[in-house]
């Protein structure tokens, strides 16, 4: 049986120049190299959001497998879910705001796909998953909403917080994997490479 020192020997090639992701790696010890590409993230028309988080990743995942042959590629795309619409990155602090106000004293879904692509000359493997986990806001008040836009690094984050960072203080509960939320559920990943792995000794 492959032993978990010995399967993760294979350093992967992330598709993403997310810090979260790479951190997440890192902390469990899988060696990995990055190779970040630009998709077009645009939302299709009555596209579920999780569909639209697998389409992204795996269209990372492909985009970046076609310079790394017979590597083990992952992709990633993570969004916020709430009333059934997407919220992605904000694209101004005002955006930001109007984020965390529909986020504030509720429940809502972060979606987190996942793809991995193995791309050989006489072979090609792909695998694509999502994760979702449940997370529920405190109330916010106006001040403390416009203090998190201000310190917490909003734009570059889907519903415009990070669980690790300013917006810990107003979680009050989380429902499913944590490092999903963080950008990456990385057992799911683990499990999926695992699968991966079998399958391409069949």
Do not use: C
């Amino acid at each position: 049986m492959l032993s978990v020192n010995g399967f993760l020997r294979e350093a992967l090639v992330l598709a993403s120049a997310s810090p979260r992701r790479a951190e997440i790696l890192r902390a469990v010890g899988w060696p990995f190299e990055i190779s970040a590409v630009d998709v077009d993230e645009s939302l299709f028309d009555s596209e579920p959001p999780e569909a639209y988080v697998t389409r992204l990743a795996l269209a990372k995942a492909e985009t970046a497998a076609a310079r790394h042959t017979s590597r083990l590629v992952l992709g990633a795309d993570t969004t916020v879910v709430v009333d059934d619409g997407i919220l992605g990155k904000p694209g101004d602090e005002e955006e930001a705001v109007w984020m965390l106000k529909r986020l504030s004293g509720r429940w809502h879904e972060v979606l987190t796909g996942v793809a991995l692509v193995r791309r050989d000359e006489d072979r090609f493997q792909k695998l694509v998953a999502f994760e979702s986990t449940r997370v529920r806001f405190g109330p916010m008040t106006d001040e403390e909403i416009r203090w998190h836009v201000s310190v917490g690094n909003t734009l570059d984050k889907a519903g415009a917080y990070a669980v690790q960072g300013a917006a810990a203080l107003f979680i009050e509960e989380i429902q499913g994997d944590y490092w999903n939320v963080v950008g990456l559920p990385v057992q799911l990943v683990y499990k999926m490479a695992r699968e991966m792995r079998e399958e391409g000794k069949r």
